[in-house]
């Protein structure tokens, strides 16, 4: 008798799915899968993946490990809610952008709120 673990049983891709502590965990070649479903437009695995690193670095998402086929696996629990703060902060500071570039033209073209 050998004392290796057991190997892991081999089973096609899952779809997305919550695991035992409650994440939501996906590989890119499952994203890929669930979006082309969804939309029914292909999408370029390593494109979305590029992507994917770039939320990754703003925090938005994270990756958690690697499977033995060198796929990225992704916990997007939060990422729904994360990007709605970067979208939220980036929307805010274009409107003040805005409403104080708006505010210096109405001034210099002499318009008040009289």
């Known amino acids: 008798m050998s004392n290796r673990p057991p190997s892991p049983s081999i089973t096609s891709p899952s779809p ?9 965990l996906a590989t890119t070649p ?4 669930s979006i082309e479903s969804s939309t029914g437009h292909q999408l ?3 494109a979305l993946e590029e992507l994917l690193i770039v939320l990754d670095r703003a925090d938005c998402l994270e990756w958690v490990s690697v499977t033995r086929t060198g796929d990225y696996v992704w916990d997007l629990t939060d990422t729904p809610d994360q990007i709605a703060a970067v979208v939220a902060d980036v929307v805010v500071e274009q409107l003040c952008s805005w409403l104080s570039t708006s505010g210096r033209a109405t001034s210099e073209a002499g318009i008040t709120d009289e």
Request: no cysteine.
């Open 16 to 24: 997305i799915e919550r695991d035992g502590d409650d994440r939501v």
């Open 30 to 33: 499952e994203l890929v899968a």
């Open 44 to 46: 370029e695995e390593a």
